[in-house]
């Protein structure tokens, strides 16, 4: 790429070597995501990936693709964009895996005003670090550099993965019956949602985030750039051991809008919210925005940002296993006769 150069395109505001050096700096901890199905390297046309035909009886493959929200505003506002990468491949990875499906790979998209490759290999790195957390490779993306488009020091960050799963073994709401016992996952906080209303609440700016609030332990920033926890390994664990009936991904809509989606149309849910302890952060949400107890549940995943059916009959064994893979989980709530209702008692 050493002939590769415009002086034209520079003076427009596109310095197409900066993303040579963007590659460069990368390089490293994207290979460290490389798992035995990766055929291709950085630079090609297309990232490559190979199936293990004979792994399976029926494969089916399963994709995501998200981003990462106006969660970026705080990354620009703090210069931080070592963890915004883990955002964007779990809110991915951790739909994948409410079909029971294990992420294969994953390809990154980030458009920005002005390539500084440093920055670039920063937010990269966090994808990369993502990606060997929820075991799949980082087989590509791209960057698109757009001035004009975007404001100084600002970009968006999306990404896209693909997953496996054999048919006989997806995720089958219609298992789902009376009495069946719904299993939470806390969360590691916010997560990737729900940011134009907390940035609302806090009227964020660059001073206040770096104000510590004694509720959090930490300065207010720092909770909420907390990346979003990647769920993959212990949930693909539990798969493996137990007959999960339904999984959802607690993400923007909070309980109402996304438990409904691991339903059958026979069931409902009764949800305790007093079976957990709700998180300091969507405390201090709700106290400072007055936001009614409703909104936030149907806003945030305060403080579960996994929910699982499984049967009475398989709960402890369950909760041991998720205990045993480093996983906070409760029982928050139980399968009842309905039609996708959600039921808290507010």
């Given at each position: 790429m050493e002939k590769s150069f415009s002086n034209s395109y520079k003076e427009a505001g596109v310095d197409v070597t900066a993303g040579y050096k963007s590659v460069e700096l990368m390089k490293k901890s994207v290979q460290a995501t490389y798992t035995s199905g990766v055929v291709s390297d950085l630079g090609g046309f297309g990232g490559l990936f190979a199936?293990?035909?004979?792994?399976?009886?029926?494969?089916?493959?399963?994709s995501g693709t998200d981003g990462v929200g106006t969660k970026l505003k705080l990354a620009f506002l703090m210069n931080k964009h070592d963890t915004i990468g883990q955002d964007c491949v779990a809110m991915c990875v951790n739909d994948i895996i409410c079909c029971g499906a294990k992420p294969l790979f994953f390809l990154d998209y980030i458009s920005l005003w002005k390539n500084i490759?440093?920055?670039?290999?920063?937010?990269?790195?966090?994808?990369?670090?993502?990606?060997?957390?929820?075991?799949c490779a980082l087989v590509g993306g791209e960057t698109a550099e757009m001035p004009g488009l975007y404001l100084e020091n600002e970009y968006d960050l999306a990404g896209f993965s693909v997953g496996i799963v054999d048919k006989k073994k997806m995720i089958n709401p219609n298992s789902i019956e009376v009495g069946d016992v719904v299993i939470g996952l806390a969360s590691s906080g916010v997560h990737s949602n729900g940011f134009s209303l907390v940035r609302k609440i806090f009227n964020v700016n660059e001073e206040n985030l770096k104000?510590?609030?004694?509720?959090?332990?930490?300065?207010?920033?720092?909770?909420?750039l907390t990346p979003t926890k990647i769920y993959v390994k212990p949930v693909l664990e539990l798969i493996s051991k137990v007959n999960v009936k339904g999984i959802s991904h607690i993400t923007g809509g909070g309980f109402y809008e996304n438990m409904p989606r691991m339903l059958n149309e026979n069931v409902a849910l009764n949800i305790d919210k007093n079976s957990y302890e709700v998180p300091a952060i969507f405390k201090l949400l709700q106290k400072e925005g007055d936001i009614p107890l409703r909104d936030m549940y149907n806003t945030f995943n305060m403080g579960i940002g996994m929910s699982l059916i499984v049967s009475k009959e398989e709960k402890e064994k369950a909760l041991q296993i998720l205990k045993q893979a480093g996983e906070k989980a409760y029982v928050i709530g139980?399968?009842?006769?309905?039609?996708?209702?959600?039921?808290?008692n507010l």
């Open positions: 199936i293990d035909k004979g792994a399976m009886e029926e494969p089916i493959l399963v490759p440093e920055m670039v290999a920063t937010i990269v790195n966090g994808v990369a670090e993502g990606c060997v957390k929820a075991g104000e510590y609030r004694e509720e959090l332990g930490t300065t207010l920033g720092e909770a909420l139980e399968v009842t006769k309905g039609n996708k209702e959600i039921n808290i």
